[in-house]
């Protein structure tokens, strides 16, 4: 048990010293601090068995502390508005990365339209809100709604279509969504929806500054939370789908189809229920984003956005629950942090995709087989 | 409706627009046939075909041989000589090992190969984000037939454009590696069965496709007269539709698509109010509906060995 | 291993207090005050450093440099200036993260920001809920000054609605054309462009034949020139960055489109010369400002630069960049790092004596001293319209020969 707190810790220190580290030697001695505790975590064999064993035996309060972490963060960045909002963001691509990694990864549906379904949403709680005054928590409710009509209309005749064809046909709806968002003069063009009303919950506006145990904290924190409850939700919903008796058809007919036939399982039916569900998601993701950041515009949802997207669950791990969140929180940070780069930081990007892809494509949390007890 | 001279410029235009797509939708379908990949970095290829095209001559002039025919076509060999080369090397490190697992391993590991090849160009060439010169080193001037400006360089890449597909067309059909490729391309169990050497098949498919891109890139170079570090991005997407639309597997239906493809674009542009703005939708909703109703292509799929 | 429950609970508290500490801890320790004489001031400049707009970008960046470099050597400022460079690739999220990344820096007082106007549009609302005080130095759209009420966000370079008074004036009332036909890329700022050139051609008594919007980035233009080649246009306007303006232009010529070239300030840079080689001869442009050498200090900014030995050069916006900083660094010694005053300070700037000349700012913050120059691409090289050949009658614009034919 205590190693497991200890760990944790640890882990939240050494990530508040990563995020906020500014002189080269923080940076330096935080750098060495992770690569060494990443390498004993990895070569020294006793203590790996001794944390795995630690963690699997007190399950609960590995989660109360990982919940703690994660509520404690925004005090630790409180003197830094921007990282707090990295860490939304970094929320946010837990949702949707749950969302996409039950399509792609649950169900094999191949979906590379995840930028525009969350453009789906974002964009109709900017319409909503903008330009029929409603209030946007409402907006945020329908925004993810509309991204699953969408979705659903759309694919219906396609979904029988295999994984190669399925990618093609989601790439060429993002670049049509893309085109139309930009050209439409109703979507606003190329300057998109602006001044879009922040979430309003029983008359709390969330720019004002909340104040936790003493330490004022940025406005972003609000944002924070919300978004921290709205990817617990998530999480915890697509677990029980995955549990579920649908989660095992869903496996199944990401297998093998010819069996999940003859066990009764339509494939269609599925398949739409699976793409449905994500969307949800995705467009969930995409309507905070869009009360969270005030303004909707092309360029954020691009094709470019819809590989971040499945970045985050391949290297998170396809199919893995727990993948996705790691994936999230590196993936987002990370290119943040390494700004210093300048142009070299796509390069690096790019090539830590391939590095990782080829040899470690399970992902760094790899799905469990599924246990029957 | 505007003037019949009109729409025949504009039925040209799409038509050497065409002629470009069709050569990079080849390597597409090449590769799809032999390793049932799509390989997503291809359109980042042919960037690296046009600049090191682009190098070529550059070299070439710094040392005195500088115009004419002799510089084009040693730019020529040596920038399929490079970019083939390059493209066996990605092959062997991202496409092949990865092309047993899931087709979306492969996209994103290609998709991140052609970031890390576009943003090499940028870093690595000198003042790489600007769009460079290509030296315009075909025969300039034209003629006029029955209102339409057709000048001598659209003939030459048309002629070049065609022998590069012919070229192709020889080796798949004519050879013992192409008849190799289409081997592996049937079934790559029995061919290995039969004697035909996988690795070096696969390298051979992924130097021609790359070879042919290198093609098209230099054409590109010619007839815009310009390269910039960006122009492979959408290529990757467009030949991937336009081997989609014709087919995937079949070499005929991928020329097919991306003449295809060129002529939608030109048309949307060209015939419908604000079509400008909308011909990449039009050209993509046409794809869709293609994949939804008719998924195997125009020309049907995977029959590398006969049209 | 097994502890008693209490003592694990009491240690987990303690843990999880220690280590917020520390998180918190190191996280102001870099925020700890300087222990220099003079008091630091930050400053932040953002601009597209990398991509398409690139060198734009870092020329404004060095202007940006070196006018505090002039400062913090200068013995009589009251603090000592830092700078915060940000990229914002000319892309509005970019922009709006990096906007969010400065103006939530305490330290950063006031910003020198972007040049692209997509990105200078996205981050108005941004430096507004900071409260942080930005100064446009590149950007063009009108609605980045005079679509809102803020106090932040002033502007130092002009907009395009005078750059497009003075274009369609010099394009029908002084050349001759009567007859345009405009392409432009369908980003905020080619549509701008493309709206007030047509509202100000049309007042001027010319025609326009057609208007077609395409892609930025877009490679092949034939579809869109054959169709405004059909029409027979006198002018082909392009509104957009010099990238798809070269492209617009060597495409022309192939397709054998016989009229006059004329662009708007994104077509204004050597890349355009270089790329387009033999096409860019006699292209019309027009910027705001004067070319450097000819600015009331002009002579003294490009010394300045060339001692300060940059890589790259100041490029068409660098003495915006460069005035703007100044003018910020005035409004601080004035009034102290307060972002609320400055911002009072800037926005009431009158008479400023600056090297691009006098500065006065309107009541939306935007600089009201306009001057457009025109230029015409002469033997490889942008040369100012009054000096050129072709004004002096010893060359003539392709335009006016096609007109004659």
Redesign the interface.
Known sequence: MLLVLLTESALFVLIAAAVLAERPVALAATGAAILAGLAATRFVTPLRTALGRAFERHHATALVGGAAGALALPLALSASPYWTFVATLALLYVTIGQGLNFQIGTAGVLNLAGAAFAGLGGYTVGLLTVSAGWPSWLAVLVGPLVAVTVGAVLFVPILKTRGHYLALVTIAFVFIFNILMNNLEFTGGPQGIKNIPTLQLAGYPFTTKPTVFGIGLPAHANFYYAALLMAALTTWIIRRLYDSWLGLALNTLRDDEIAAKCCGISITRGKLVAFSIGNFFIGLGGAFYAVMVGFVSPPDFDFGYSLVMLSVIIIGGVDSIPGVILGACLLVPLPERFRFLHEYRLLLYGVVIVVMLLYRPQGLWPAKVRRYR | M??LE?LL??AF??L??GVMYALIAVGFTLF?GVLDV?HFSHGDIFMLGAFAGLSVLAGLHAAGIGGGAVALALAFLASILITGLVGVAAER??VK??AR?????T???T??????IR??V??FYPRG?????FP?LLPQG?FELGGV?V?Y?NLAILAIGFCAMVAVDLIINRTRMGAAIRAVAQDPEAAQMMGVNLDRTVDATFFIGSGLAAVAGLL?GLY???V?F??GITGG?IG??AA?IGG?GNVYGAIVGGLLFGML???S??LIP?G??????VA??V??LF??FR?SGILGEKSVERV | MSHPESSSHLSRREILRGGAAVGVALALGPAAPALAQKKTVKLAFIGPLTGGTASNGLGGRNSFLLAVQERNADPKSKYQYETEVLDDECKPTVAVQAALKASSDPQVVAGVTHYCSVTAIATVDTYHKAGMPAMVWGAVLPEITYSHDYIEITRVNGTMINQNNVAADFAVKTLGFKTFALIHDTTDYGRAHAKWFTEFVQKAGGKILSTQGTAKDQKDYAAELTRAKGDKPEVIWYGGLTPDGVRVKVQMDKLGVRAQFQGTSGIKSDTYNETAGPSAEGTLAFVEGAPTEKLPGGKKFLDAYAKAAFKEPSEAYGPFAYVAANLVIDAIEAVGPDRAKVAQRLKRTKNANTIIGPVEFDDHGQNTVSLISKYVSQDGKWVLWEDSEYASGKRTLPGLKYKKL
């Open positions: 505007p003037p009109l410029q504009q235009n799409g050497m627009l799809f799509i490190v991202c090992p990865l697992s899931s087709p979306l391993m996209l994103l590991a998709l991140s190969l052609g970031l890390v943003e090499s940028l870093i984000a600007d769009p460079k010169r315009q034209g400006a000048r360089e590109s815009y007269g310009e910039h960006i122009m997407v991937f539709s989609a995937l674009q030109t048309t542009a060209a604000r400008s703005e909308f011909r990449d939708v993509f909703a794809v869709m994949l939804i998924p």
